[in-house]
């Protein structure tokens, strides 16, 4: 499930989107700011590559041409979504700023001074974290998020109609496991639901970083080379399908618990025992991959190993 956040430029700022996004299954917070052109052609590749199950923008009360024609695309794109207008002052961008600042994990994020700059995509960060805790209780805890801003010039823009025409992925029918009808249906042979995801994003939309496609090309070579290193890794990696689930339990806290019944008490010990149990088998699975990429030369490997 994911949250996105949504916030406009007015005026002579009219076309400067800033967007964000909040993966709430990984614990993970997408940011982005481009400009766009009156077709909104951007913001429509932008939102079928997210698939947000809710979407929060400003409640502005003058219905522009532009306005109506962003919700109709807003409806037309993500048909299962849930669309919240709040007030345009949560959109607060030094608030934003703040937030990001006590949230984001520095190991695991790309945030450069430079990021901070990005007015319209800090006051979406600023609306979406406090409506994840207003509306659905969710607190992250101090230094948890990965948090990865987009830069749009880096990226190849593939439109949505393309994406029909090549038969990239299914859009207007949920895919079947063990039934080939794209694509990704081809390719994918990822042992996790991250592997897929992430997988479908690079295909959707392929980097145009010559530095980001050649290590990409190198970690290929490797694993092609070394099948016997490969095989390992997705053995191992085959025991996290529930990695995801992992780290967002360790990235919220709950304020909630107070008052709650003796059947709740019990279920609760019961989760957390589990959860323990998980986060057992977790740790040992990322000693095992640390073990695997030390017996690998490639920087990509050495750089990353636990």
């Given at each position: 499930m994911s949250i996105l956040a949504l916030f406009e430029g007015k005026g002579s700022d009219r076309g400067q989107i800033g967007m964000a996004t909040f993966d709430l299954k990984s614990s993970e917070l997408v940011l982005c700011q481009f400009v766009d052109t009156s077709s909104y052609s951007l913001l429509k590749i932008r939102l079928s590559l997210c698939e947000p199950l809710e979407i929060i923008l400003p409640d502005d009360k003058e219905k522009t041409s532009s306005k109506v024609f962003i919700m109709d695309l807003l409806q037309d794109t993500c048909k299962r979504a849930n669309i919240v207008p709040i007030q345009r002052k949560c959109f607060n961008d030094a608030l934003g700023i703040e937030l990001l600042k006590k949230i984001f994990l520095e190991e695991c994020s790309n945030l450069d001074a430079s990021v901070y700059q990005r007015y319209f995509c800090m006051g979406a960060v600023a609306a979406?974290?406090?409506?994840?805790?207003?509306?659905?209780?969710?607190?992250?805890?101090?230094?948890?998020?990965?948090?990865?801003?987009?830069?749009?010039?880096?990226?190849?823009?593939?439109?949505?109609?393309?994406?029909?025409?090549?038969?990239?992925?299914?859009?207007?029918?949920?895919?079947?496991?063990?039934?080939?009808?794209?694509?990704?249906?081809?390719?994918?042979?990822?042992?996790?639901?991250?592997?897929?995801k992430t997988l479908r994003s690079y295909l959707l939309q392929p980097s145009a970083n010559c530095q980001t496609i050649n290590k990409r090309l190198d970690i290929v070579e490797e694993l092609v080379l070394n099948q016997s290193m490969c095989s390992k890794i997705r053995a191992v990696l085959s025991t996290l399908s529930d990695l995801q689930y992992m780290i967002s339990m360790f990235s919220y806290t709950n304020l909630s618990n107070n008052n709650l019944g003796k059947e709740d008490s019990k279920r609760i010990i019961r989760n957390?025992?589990?959860?323990?149990?998980?986060?057992?088998?977790?740790?040992?699975?990322v000693e095992k991959l640390g073990f695997i990429m030390s017996q690998s030369s490639l920087s990509f490997f050495v750089e990353n190993k636990m």
């Open positions: 979406l974290i406090k409506y994840a805790e207003n509306a659905h209780n969710i607190f992250c805890a101090q230094n948890s998020l990965k948090c990865t801003f987009v830069a749009m010039e880096d990226s190849c823009m593939i439109d949505v109609n393309s994406w029909k025409s090549l038969d990239l992925i299914q859009i207007d029918s949920k895919p079947k496991k063990g039934v080939i009808n794209s694509l990704l249906d081809v390719i994918n042979s990822c042992v996790t639901p991250g592997g897929t957390k025992i589990g959860q323990a149990v998980s986060l057992k088998n977790m740790l040992d699975a």
